[in-house]
């Protein structure tokens, strides 16, 4: 089991209620802690405008995490976090700066 800092920037549908925006990023959190990652830090980028439309939409709420990772299991987490209603997209890149805590 190979372990490395990344970050994940998350992109949700701006038509999201305010409620239904933190069910999807709770939601997003359990399955990163689900498979054995490690959420360092968080932050919410809010409502930007998207450089090409993502599925009819022109605008995107982003959300940042820096979490420490598993490299075996970030294409499961990927794709359960990109199947759920309400995600426009999601981006896992290796991060070159590790966060002491």
Do not use: Q
Not at 64 to 78: P, T, Y
Not at 81 to 94: A, P, Y
């Amino acid at each position: 089991m190979t372990v490395k800092s990344y970050d994940i920037v998350i992109v949700l549908d701006p038509k999201l209620t305010e409620n239904n925006l933190k069910d999807l990023i709770t939601k997003s959190k359990k399955v990163i802690s689900s498979m054995g990652g490690e959420i360092l830090t968080e932050d919410n980028w809010g409502l930007k405008k998207l450089a090409h439309p993502m599925k009819n939409n022109r605008d995107g709420f982003y959300y940042f995490i820096k979490s420490r990772l598993d490299v075996e299991k970030i294409d499961e987490i990927k794709y359960n976090i990109r199947v759920m209603e309400g995600i426009l997209r999601i981006s896992i890149i290796k991060s070159n700066v590790e966060v002491v805590k």
